[in-house]
T-cell receptor
Framework: ETGVTQTPRHLVMGMTNKKSLKCEQHLGHNAMYWYKQSAKKPLELMFVYNFKEQTENNSVPSRFSPECPNSSHLFLHLHTLQPEDSALYLC?????????????FGPGTRLTVL | AQSVSQHNHHVILSEAASLELGCNYSYGGTVNLFWYVQYPGQHLQLLLKYFSGDPLVKGIKGFEAEFIKSKFSFNLRKPSLQWSDTAEYFCAVNALSGSARQLTFGSGTQLTVLP
């Protein structure tokens, strides 16, 4: 597997469920990101990790909980979500979190909250 | 906070037509600029980027973009479209100073190229 992979690709969950999204990068990068892509809206940056340390949290509700155990893996733990959280969740990675570093994106997880 | 505006949400053109997609950003400091593309069923991927130097940058598949600092613009162009250029195009800006150092995306432009 090359590039950035995400599992699952599709997820349907109820508001009381707990689930996790997984992202893995095979590029040797040090920085990883979670984005939310809602219909007709710009991609919204949620979290940034650089060398496993969280460096950005864009006022994301606590029902989204990221985890970065190492530079290759990033998780997004979900609990008590709302229907408006339904969206495409994209993971990305880059060689360091510097602004000039190209970000490589995964295919996303399409999340539907019932 | 910085913002990015893409004025066209959906553009429909014929093959061989020329393309120009507008992108304007609101940030007064030094910026890095990007265009990403998402082909149907594929990942977001980088089309081209501007960091410094020549304001006319060339990317993959015959695309180019021109950075006009005075207009806060970074428009994407291609002289002759192909059907395979059908995709969604995203402009993104990363400011280099102040608190806004994250990558901010526009809302995207869906381009449909008719054969």
């Amino acid at each position: 597997e090359t590039g950035v992979t995400q599992t699952p690709r599709h997820l349907v969950m109820g508001m009381t469920n707990k689930k996790s999204l997984k992202c893995e990068q095979h590029l040797g990068h040090n920085a990883m990101y979670w984005y939310k892509q809602s219909a007709k809206k710009p991609l919204e940056l949620m979290f940034v990790y650089n060398f496993k340390e969280q460096t950005e949290n864009n006022s994301v509700p606590s029902r989204f909980s990221p985890e970065c155990p190492n530079s290759s893996h990033l998780f997004l733990h979900l609990h008590t979500l709302q229907p408006e959280d339904s969206a495409l969740y994209l993971c990305a990675s880059s060689q360091g979190a510097a602004s000039y570093n190209e970000q490589f994106f995964g295919p996303g997880t399409r999340l539907t909250v019932l | 906070a910085q913002s990015v505006s893409q004025h066209n949400h959906h553009v429909i053109l014929s093959e061989a037509a020329s393309l120009e997609l507008g992108c304007n950003y609101s940030y007064g400091g030094t910026v890095n600029l990007f265009w990403y593309v998402q082909y149907p069923g594929q990942h977001l991927q980088l089309l081209l980027k501007y960091f410094s130097g020549d304001p006319l940058v060339k990317g993959i598949k015959g695309f180019e973009a021109e950075f006009i600092k005075s207009k806060f613009s970074f428009n994407l162009r291609k002289p002759s479209l192909q059907w395979s250029d059908t995709a969604e195009y995203f402009c993104a800006v990363n400011a280099l100073s102040g608190s806004a150092r994250q990558l901010t995306f526009g809302s995207g432009t869906q381009l449909t190229v008719l054969p």
